[in-house]
């Protein structure tokens, strides 16, 4: 602090108490991904106020302006190599519809079944490698007294790494707390599970790039549907390896959830960790006919959950606006994604983060799985609540492995339906017609990726992008306030969450891993009494 | 040769005091033999180099693993090698003390970690992302532009190895507002003359990252470079249009025009975009995720992500209107390709 470091120092005035409250330094601190920082003010041992910044821009949308439209789904898949190719989708699905497409049913077949593999991918590597650490002491597994061989092993690795001194990267970690799970039975099968979630989300990928060509980022998705021809070696190839998914799935990963959440995690459940502002979107997604009649994923808002009558209302993708009142962007009045601009300004006062803030009918909304299942009304979901969890952290982690499950059997379907599909004359997987660009024309594609509501907005003028626009789903969370002051979803859902040691503050890293953020994120603790600036990281 | 027999010819005290640091004898033998062949050695001899070079460095070597405007896909293209397990060259075989999506928690100690790292130098440096030149503010990394970091920390390193098209040639944020500058380029402006190893495509293939990583780690210094300044063994002059089953199609003129036509299934891309004729690499022999396919074998394009071009020039993507595809069309119009024999 107060070095060369303090580069890019921000000075903001934190409303807090009633009062303007004094002026903070803050010292710029990202170490891992340096795209999303969390500021976090503590009272009383509990977060009092909260702040999300995302601090890397690339200009993808800008660059885009002038191009052939069909490069869209290409380049925009590189928003992200994480959760890569649901841009590759949401583009495709906007241009669909500027240029007149109709996807036939086997190319939705084929675009369903690759992204049912990024699904299962990226919920098990998000539960197993982000998150579990969160919520196990890996140490404890030096007691274990057990004789299975398979765990001595786990054991032998992990005390073994101790031994020769050297574990980087695994250590540093936080100490682990009240809510920690410290039997070394239980710990020691969670962390073979981490270990062998490795290799089955690996597999995931392989078992996508069947039809995907190779990971991260797919290359058969195209506008009109996918440009794979599939045979029937490769319905059974994707069968097979769906056969594994689908093993672990049900007898690891939804076991391993619902263990922990309902034994040693149900006080952080019943806490209603991680909350926030209780308003849901979901855009519904994942055909199971051909007339699109019934989603696996239905749409829906839910305004203010109210957990004893759950009201669902329809989407209107019309209601969505973006304020930048704090973004580094051109000062503009909230507008619709269609006539959103990306034009940067560095210098902008009071912007803290590069993440605009996308509203529903004026509202700071959460999308992803926890959304999804609120909406669908899943009847698991709904168990927990009925059984006094409040959704936060812990149901938000419990709906992601219940709807991997659904993607896990909706993939079967879709493959049978793919080898119906690919008997007929005529089988198609594009729309050829449709395949140049037209004159002028403007469509919207939806999606709901793994993290949440995803839409992609174009514009068509002399067959060239006019105008592009995406809101992807870690805006929607991690967006900062608004024009009227309204927190984002990350920063709502950590006000009330218990931080006793500011040096400690497990149960902010939890909430925040919890939505699964696409880039790691920084955090910071303030102690508004001593002004003290603690910094901490989230991998 | 079996994993078993392997074993049995490798000094036992040596694959003892492997296990004894935690790596798993089956992984260690398995991970030798993806490189093999790209040191020119039998798998065995190679088995051997490996296991001295290990012995002799009394700690596993140092990594750090910087990221500046990328997508995270590189990383993830790392993880996603199970031949040898992504988690065993990550906690067994190297040292990673600095990785933004890998290392545990606690920022001030990375911090600690890294800058104690970068005093002790020797390390190699491993880069994800390009630099943004039109502001430093485009992406700041612990509050310090992203460019200044890589500037220190590729100062003291022993080895800098540009990963993935963003960091190698500028790949798609140089199209951008930020104008991103590959990793040479930045050094090269801070007056840092060191050479940088670039090892491109979007996303890197996990083979060429891994073997590079490997043929460092043996051998100590970087492998022979080509002309862009990628490992000869796996770019160079391995043209992947000469490798490409629909090769004949594009000398006998059928180019695909709808993917709904069984009959069109292995003709040649062209017309829809391919770049394919002016790309340097060896994907059409190596293939991707574990061999089950690649950009070609699923109908899509290659986009030539592996060379300086992509991706301002090869836009737009799915016509045969760009400046490469013209070049390529031209080429064929002389007769400048090999002909398949």
Known sequence: ?539 | MSTRQKENFVDKKFLEAVKSRGINRRDFLKYCAVTATVLGLSELEFTKKVAQAIDAASKKPPVMWIEGQACAGCTVSLTQNLNPPAASIILDQISIRYHHTVMASAGDIAERVYHDTVKQGGYMLLVEGAVPSADDRFCIEGGIPFRKRLEESAKNAAVIIAVGACSTYGGIPRATPSKGIPVSEALKRAGINKTVVNISTCPVHPDHLIGTILYVLVTGKAPELDVKGRPAMYFGDKLMHDNCRRRAHFDVGEFLKDWNDPKQKDWCLFEKGCKGPVSYIDCAIRRWNDGISFCLDCGGLCQACGEPNFYDKVTPLYTAESETSKKIWAMREACLFKKDT
């Open chain 1, 1 to 539: 602090m107060g070095d060369e470091r303090s580069l890019f120092v921000q000075e903001r005035h934190i409303k807090g108490g009633g009062k303007m409250a004094k002026k903070i330094t803050i010292d710029p601190v990202t170490r891992i991904e340096g795209h999303l920082k969390i500021v976090v003010e503590v009272e009383n041992g509990k977060v009092k106020d909260a702040w999300s910044s995302g601090t890397m821009a690339r200009g993808f949308e800008a660059m885009l302006i002038g191009k052939d439209p069909r490069d869209a789904s290409f380049v925009t898949s590189r928003f992200c190599g994480v959760c890569y190719s649901v841009h590759q989708l949401a583009s495709a699905r906007a241009l669909d519809e500027a240029f007149g497409a109709k996807v036939p049913w086997g190319g939705n077949l084929i675009r369903n079944l690759v992204m049912g593999a990024e699904y299962v991918y990226d919920h098990l590597i998000h539960f197993y490698q982000l998150s579990a650490l969160d919520y196990i002491d890996v140490m404890a597994i030096a007691n274990y007294s057990g004789m299975d061989k398979d765990l001595l092993a786990v054991k032998d690795k992990i005390v073994g790494l101790v031994k020769t001194k050297d574990t980087y990267p695994l250590t540093p970690r936080y100490e682990p707390d009240e809510f920690t799970v410290k039997d070394p039975d239980m710990v020691i099968m969670a962390v073979k599970h981490y270990i062998d979630a490795l290799k089955i989300h690996a597999e995931a990928r392989n078992m996508g790039a069947i039809w995907g060509g190779r990971t991260p980022h797919y290359q058969n998705i195209v506008v009109g549907g996918v440009t794979s021809y599939p045979d029937i070696n490769q319905v059974t190839r994707f069968r097979t390896m769906l056969d594994e998914q689908a093993k672990f799935v049900n007898e690891v990963y939804i076991p391993d959830v619902l263990s922990f959440g309902t034994g040693p995690l149900w006080p952080l459940a019943e806490m209603g960790l991680g909350g926030g502002h209780y308003n849901y979107l979901s855009y519904g997604d994942f055909q199971k006919d051909p007339a699109g009649k019934e989603l696996i994923f239905p749409a829906g808002v839910i305004m203010g959950l109210n957990p004893a009558g759950i009201k669902v209302d329809p989407v209107d993708t019309k209601k969505i606006t973006e304020s930048v009142k704090y973004s580094w962007y051109r000062e503009n009045k909230p507008v619709h994604p269609y006539n959103g601009e990306q034009v940067f300004n560095l210098d902008k006062k009071d912007a803290y983060t590069f993440v605009k803030a996308p509203r529903y009918d004026r509202k700071a909304m959460e999308v992803g799985p926890l959304a999804r299942m609120l909406v669908a009304k899943h009847p698991d979901v709904l168990g927990l609540v009925g059984k006094g969890a409040r959704p936060g952290a812990v149901v938000r982690h419990a709906a992601r492995a219940i709807e991997t499950k659904l993607i896990v059997d909706a993939c079967y379907d879709w493959l049978d339906h793919l080898l119906t599909e690919m008997t007929k004359p005529g089988f198609k997987i594009h729309d050829t017609e449709h395949w140049d660009p037209p004159e002028s024309g403007m469509g919207a594609g939806f999606h709901e990726a793994p993290r949440g509501a995803l839409g992609h907005w174009i514009k068509i003028k002399n067959k060239k992008i006019d105008n592009y626009q995406a809101v992807v789903p870690s805006t929607w969370n991690a967006s900062p306030r608004d024009e009227k002051e309204v927190r984002g979803q990350y920063e709502e859902s950590l006000i009330g969450a218990p931080v006793p040691d500011p040096d400690n503050p497990i149960n902010v890293v939890r909430v925040i891993r919890s939505f699964d953020p696409c880039l790691a994120c920084a955090i910071h603790i303030i102690d508004p009494h001593t002004n003290e600036i603690k910094k901490f990281l989230i991998e």
